[in-house]
């Protein structure tokens, strides 16, 4: 039996980060990944759908050639080059992850862990028991997988899930997305931007579910204005597969619409991997949703098992994730200092077309917590530098408590916009005021500075519009 410890289930965001962390500060560490280093994110989900997504913008931008005063002539596009560079970026980054941890002398262990107990992990490989490890510590990162609803269980040909529908053959003349969250909004736009015709159904009222309303409207208006149909408040009653197509009945307002497409793509969340790595045998507590329970230092209901990640519930985000693994390993460390994770700083980014970004509060939330509020915006149309890209379409929100100044929430749709989050990001983490983020200098001529006119907008203050 080998001993360590820190003993890390998972080789994802979340638990990567937590390893080379978990070295950095002393503890001798081991990582147990069954299949791919950096997880679902890197191999096939947050990584590859950007490669795929540039190559649709580019695409988008050569077809506007004129507009800047070019000409390209026989524009065409290979859907398997596409892909293959999609897939070479993420075995390129695969790699980079062994190597970080090599350098970090985390010892990398290949197979399926489970727990036995008490400090206990044995890891496996073929049916075969290939490792006992004993810890001290047992972190739990074994993310998710996409969530299968009943009658719409994928089959990887006429029913894909984000996994299939990152590797297509060929690409479908019609797709129907069912969800409208992040997943199912990157898609509809990789797909759509190629010669799809895309349709996107929605069971609650809004695209974008958790995306302030006023920028969800905004998205929606752009890409019904591409060319892409919504369904919102409407739900898949039935679909029947063909050998070519795929019937699909939507119910919304009482009727019923028939659509018939060639694939579909569910993206309607996800589901934790805590199935099959001894959780019942140690009696760690499970939540009302079926995700691990853990305390705001990520520990569970058994002293020194831990859980980060998609595992233990959401947002179900990367940068989460390594966040969680930082501060758990941290605590484990008896670091100073270290103190827990405030979900409301954590950004959001979509790399749809339009993308979208945020943090903090919604405008809806904000009033719904009793705050009084000023709410500040500027559109993409009166900033100098969005025009001369060609990119005059999008908007920059932001929301203050007009009592105190603070920064509550800021949103954006346009452009790049999942580039500049960041800097909001940074002022609610600094508790920055209204005064200062109207006193900071942006430099010009950028998109950057729309952040600072939504600040002065929300006080009556726009200059440029």
Not at 18 to 40: P, Y
Not at 85 to 91: A, G, K, P
Not at 325 to 345: F, H, N, R, W, Y
Not at 349 to 355: G, L, T, V
Request: glycine share 12%; hydrophobic share 40%.
């Amino acid at each position: 039996m080998k001993h360590f410890d820190v003993t890390i289930i998972g080789g994802g965001p979340g638990g990567y980060i937590a390893a080379i962390r978990a070295s950095q500060l002393g503890l001798n560490t081991a990582l147990v990944e069954r299949e791919h280093l950096g997880g679902v994110c890197l191999n096939w989900g947050c990584i590859p759908m950007k490669a795929l997504l540039r190559s649709a913008e580019v695409f988008n931008h050569i077809k506007r050639a004129a507009s800047f005063g070019l000409s390209v002539d026989g524009l065409d596009f290979d859907l398997k080059k596409i892909v293959r560079r999609s897939r070479d970026i993420s075995q390129q980054l695969n790699q980079g992850v062994g190597r970080l941890l090599e350098k970090n002398h985390v010892a990398v262990i290949d197979g399926y862990a489970r727990l036995r107990g008490k400090g206990q992990v044995s890891v496996e490989k073929k049916g075969i028991t290939r490792e006992q490890l004993s810890s001290h510590h047992i972190i739990i990162a074994t993310g998710a997988r996409a969530k299968v609803l009943p009658g719409l269980e994928p089959d990887g040909k006429m029913v894909l899930t984000y996994k299939e529908a990152l590797v297509p053959d060929s690409l479908p003349k019609s797709l129907l997305v069912v969800g409208s969250g992040a997943i199912g909004m990157e898609f509809a736009s990789f797909y759509h931007t190629f010669g799809a015709r895309v349709t996107v159904v929605e069971m609650l009222p809004q695209i974008l579910p958790f995306e302030d309303a006023e920028v969800s409207e905004t998205v929606r208006k752009s890409m019904e204005k591409q060319g892409m149909d919504f369904y919102t408040g409407a739900r898949l009653k039935e679909l029947r597969r063909g050998n070519k197509s795929v019937a699909t009945v939507i119910e919304k307002d009482g009727k019923d619409l028939e659509v018939i497409v060639d694939r579909v793509i569910s993206a309607v969340g996800v589901s934790p991997n805590v199935e099959g790595i001894g959780l019942e045998d140690v009696g760690i507590n499970l939540d009302k949703n079926g995700f691990i329970a853990v305390d705001e230092y990520s520990r569970t209901s058994i002293e020194g098992i831990y859980a980060i990640g998609d595992v233990c519930g959401g947002p179900c985000l990367a940068h989460k994730a390594s966040r969680e693994g930082i501060i758990c390993v941290e605590k484990i460390a008896a670091k100073t200092g270290v103190s827990p994770l405030d979900k409301s700083q954590i950004p959001g980014c979509i790399y749809s077309n339009p993308q979208v970004s945020r943090v903090g509060l919604t405008e809806m939330q904000a009033r719904d917590r009793g705050y009084k509020i000023k709410v500040g915006r500027f559109p993409f149309a009166g900033n100098g530098k969005a025009i001369a890209l060609g990119e005059p379409q999008g908007l920059v929100k932001t929301i203050f408590d007009a009592q105190t100044g603070e920064l509550l929430g800021a949103h954006m749709v346009g452009h790049e916009v999942t580039e500049l989050i960041h800097g909001f990001g940074l002022a609610r983490y600094l508790e920055a005021t209204e005064e200062e983020l109207m006193h900071t200098v942006f430099p010009h001529p950028t998109l950057s500075e729309m952040m600072q006119e939504s600040v002065l907008n929300a006080f009556g203050r726009t200059l440029h519009f």
